[in-house]
């Protein structure tokens, strides 16, 4: 789903509740909102309220881990793919189409995710598919060494190769993983019942009207960046292309 059109329905959703709380307490018998009856009110959507808290903060520790663990795994697989490079340089020429290709591969890695070179967008599925790097892994495994020096070169760079090829997965195993949907499902009910609540225990006026607006829009833009950071390699907080960048200018020298 569009992670803009997931924050315009659950804004539509809190402040039509605001809304509808404020049109449903003008049918309402005088004594359904008594001084008792507000205080009820009060008590129970103040529960409802702290458990509404508790599972935002759930949703955004949960999106800032799923983020700094993308960003993680992008920065070592790039180190460990300028590593990989240097062991190659110091096998010999012989590794030249594999240096090639590993530097075809990083590019096409800011093709596909960040949407580098390209006329369309980022895929948000770009971990899919078999890695360039084991086009690498292939060559690699074509080389016969002459001398120890370079049997000992050549195990380090399949090893060094085979975590870049890990983490390609690991990177691709978290995209599937998805986001909570029901758990955001529940959250945002929890939170129309609050607002229509607001909606119903306000007063009628212009201001009250203006400040459940904003305060709807605030609520829905903290979703929107909660399920915008859940996608950490598409959308408006993105994991920077800024090591890919770094480790083309290091690869081939």
Same mark, same amino acid.
């Given at each position: 789903?569009?992670?803009?059109?997931?924050?315009?329905?659950?804004?539509?959703?809190?402040?039509?509740?605001?809304?509808?709380?404020?049109?449903?307490?003008?049918?309402?018998?005088?004594?359904?909102?008594?001084?008792?009856?507000?205080?009820?009110?009060?008590?129970?959507?103040?529960?409802?309220?702290?458990?509404?808290?508790?599972?935002?903060?759930?949703? @955004?520790?949960?999106?800032?881990?799923?983020?700094?663990?993308?960003?993680?795994?992008?920065?070592?697989?790039?180190?460990?793919?300028?590593?990989?490079?240097?062991?190659?340089?110091?096998?010999? *020429?012989?590794?030249?189409?594999?240096?090639?290709?590993?530097?075809?591969?990083?590019?096409?890695?800011?093709?596909?995710?960040?949407?580098?070179?390209?006329?369309?967008?980022?895929?948000?599925?770009?971990?899919?598919?078999?890695?360039?790097?084991?086009?690498?892994?292939?060559?690699?495994?074509?080389?016969?060494?002459?001398?120890?020096?370079?049997?000992?070169?050549?195990?380090?760079?399949?090893?060094?190769?085979?975590?870049?090829a890990e983490a390609h997965w690991l990177l691709f195993a978290r995209n599937e993983a998805g986001f909570p949907w029901p758990f955001l499902t529940i959250l945002v009910a929890w939170l129309v019942m609050l607002f229509f609540s607001f909606g119903l225990l306000a007063p009628h006026?212009?201001?009250?009207?203006?400040?459940?607006?904003?305060?709807?829009?605030? @609520?829905?833009?903290?979703?929107?960046?909660?399920?915008?950071?859940?996608?950490?390699?598409?959308?408006?907080?993105? @994991?920077?292309?800024? *090591?890919?960048?770094?480790?083309?200018?290091?690869?081939?020298?």
């Amino acid at each position: 789903m569009d992670i803009l059109a997931v924050g315009a329905i659950v804004f539509a959703c809190l402040f039509g509740g605001a809304i509808l709380g404020m049109l449903l307490s003008l049918a309402l018998p005088e004594h359904h909102l008594s001084s008792d009856s507000r205080d009820a009110i009060k008590l129970a959507t103040a529960t409802v309220a702290t458990l509404a808290a508790l599972a935002l903060g759930l949703l @955004v520790a949960s999106a800032k881990t799923s983020f700094d663990t993308a960003d993680t795994q992008l920065r070592t697989s790039v180190a460990r793919t300028v590593l990989l490079d240097r062991a190659l340089a110091h096998y010999g *020429p012989e590794t030249q189409v594999a240096r090639a290709l590993l530097r075809q591969a990083v590019e096409a890695q800011l093709r596909r995710v960040w949407g580098e070179g390209r006329t369309d967008s980022a895929n948000p599925n770009a971990y899919g598919g078999d890695p360039e790097i084991e086009l690498v892994q292939d060559k690699l495994r074509a080389l016969a060494p002459q001398t120890e020096a370079q049997r000992g070169l050549l195990a380090s760079a399949l090893q060094i190769s085979g975590d870049v090829a890990e983490a390609h997965w690991l990177l691709f195993a978290r995209n599937e993983a998805g986001f909570p949907w029901p758990f955001l499902t529940i959250l945002v009910a929890w939170l129309v019942m609050l607002f229509f609540s607001f909606g119903l225990l306000a007063p009628h006026n212009a201001t009250v009207l203006c400040i459940l607006f904003l305060c709807s829009l605030s @609520v829905a833009s903290a979703v929107f960046l909660v399920v915008d950071m859940e996608h950490p390699f598409y959308g408006f907080v993105q @994991v920077s292309s800024a *090591p890919l960048h770094d480790a083309l200018g290091q690869l081939g020298r």
